[in-house]
């Protein structure tokens, strides 16, 4: 009964004029595991944030090409236009630069006339900005009355004695053209972007990328990792009568999360809209071919 009596006073003892609370020393053993179980989990969540605002070591980003380009202030979009990320400095790429910007340089018009083409094609192929005759479809009007391409009529009346129809000879135009009038221009750009494609690889060892700009100027370099690359056209862009040539320098850093957006303009580009652009182009004027034909 001692014993009993004992625990009794223990669980229940309270002391005069405290309202027959229970003492301090039980309810500091109470609090003292919650503060500590709170500290406890407030350390782990810092933990688990600093976790989570790392990047991963293979993390990569995205790159949002923008190119305008204006002869005055009203711009808009380079479209149609092949653009390249080669790995490396501007240091590390300067013989290869130098070779871009000092590539000797033949105009789609100089090419086309060098190959006895009338003007009404060079200016069909100039009027949709054209390397080929692929590049668009040739329209009956193309091949009739005022905007009639002497090449194109030549060919539709070879492909009607050969396909019995008009219709089909146009829609098959291409085959009763010449080589050099079908894709010579396109073939002699190849070679030379290959060229220096090759060159750009042999430096860095590391695969060129490459995008072409929709009808907004605009083109995206996807899973790009973090270092120093340059942003080339490699071959001039014609607009109006000047060549223009891009090589901007841009670094990706490991935090570079999500898209990094670069806006590269020509130096005719005043529009304010694009004022805080990330490059500028470096540019020649287009080499004038007088007409061969008689």
Not at 154 to 175: D, H, S
Not at 214 to 227: K, L, S, W
Not at 254 to 270: E, P, S, W, Y
Request: aromatic share 8%; charged share 25%; with cysteine.
């Amino acid at each position: 009964s001692f014993i009993r009596n004992h625990n009794q006073c223990s669980l229940s003892t309270s002391y005069p004029g405290d309202g027959g609370q229970t003492p301090a020393a039980p309810v500091r053993r109470i609090v003292l595991p919650k503060i500590i179980a709170i500290g406890v989990l407030l350390l782990l969540a810092v933990a688990g944030a600093s976790q989570t605002t790392s990047p991963p070591q293979d993390a990569r980003t995205v790159i949002r090409l923008k190119v305008r380009v204006a002869e005055g202030t009203k711009a808009a979009g380079l479209q149609r236009k092949r653009f390249f990320l080669i790995k490396g400095s501007r240091e590390q790429n300067k013989a290869l630069i130098a070779s871009i910007e000092e590539q000797p340089v033949l105009s789609r018009d100089c090419y086309y006339r060098s190959q006895g083409a009338s003007e009404p094609l060079i200016s069909w192929l100039k009027e949709n900005d054209c390397e080929s005759v692929y590049c668009r479809e040739v329209e009956p009007k193309n091949i009739e009355g005022a905007a009639a391409v002497l090449e194109f009529q030549r060919a539709v009346a070879a492909g009607e004695k050969e396909f019995g129809n008009r219709e089909l000879a146009r829609k098959w135009i291409t085959m009763n053209l010449a080589n050099e009038l079908r894709n010579g221009f396109y073939k002699r750009q190849q070679q030379s972007l290959q060229a220096f494609l090759t060159q750009a690889e042999s430096l860095s060892q590391v695969k060129v990328g490459s995008v072409m700009t929709d009808r907004n100027g605009t083109a995206y370099f996807t899973d790009v990792e973090p270092g120093e690359y340059i942003i080339s056209n490699i071959l001039p862009a014609e607009f109006g009568n000047k060549n223009l040539f891009w090589n901007c320098s841009i670094t990706i850093k490991r935090d570079d999360l999500g898209t990094t957006q670069f806006l590269i303009v020509n130096q005719g580009n005043k529009d304010r809209r694009d004022a805080r652009n990330n490059c500028v182009s470096v540019e020649e004027p287009i080499p004038v071919c007088e007409s061969t034909q008689k």
